[in-house]
């Protein structure tokens, strides 16, 4: 004769106390001597239990996981689904503006490097790039 097979994990909180209860409710029924195979039970239902909620959290995990990847291959099927020009116009757009913005930063932050900070004034005052004109005293009040 084969033992039963055993029960399946509990499925949430109140099965896993219903299942707790029960063990508790044998075990004052019986003699401390007989109540090993209960412990022993009771151990494997917290274990099973603690396995059934990271299996759980596990399945919300690869769902999630799921979703972002759906997501993200529609709008790289969106993106592939755009004519050539958009790219290239796009690119071209940020290029464009990229460029514009840090070329005179760029220069600015060579000229410094290379000259003093008063010829670096001078220069900027020249090419006309600020309203004021170049200080009288170097930074700092000449000290």
Not at 6 to 16: A, G, I, L, M, Y
Not at 83 to 96: D, K, T
């Amino acid at each position: 004769q084969r033992a039963p097979p055993p029960p399946p994990p509990p499925q949430n909180e109140e099965d896993f106390e219903g299942r707790l209860e029960a063990i508790r409710i044998l075990m004052s029924q019986t003699e401390e001597a007989d109540q090993a195979p209960l412990l022993i039970e009771a151990g494997k239902i917290q274990e099973d239990y603690e396995l059934y909620l990271k299996e759980k959290e596990q399945r919300k995990v690869d769902e999630e996981l799921e979703e972002v990847l759906i997501a993200r291959q529609q709008l790289l099927d969106n993106l592939d689904a755009q004519p050539p020009i958009v790219s290239y116009g796009a690119a071209f757009a940020a290029s464009a503006i990229s460029t514009l913005c840090m070329h005179p930063v760029d220069t600015l932050k060579v000229r410094l490097q290379s000259t003093s900070q008063q010829d670096v004034i001078d220069d900027v005052w020249n090419e006309g790039m600020i309203d004021e004109g170049p200080p009288l005293a170097p930074p700092g009040g000449g000290r």
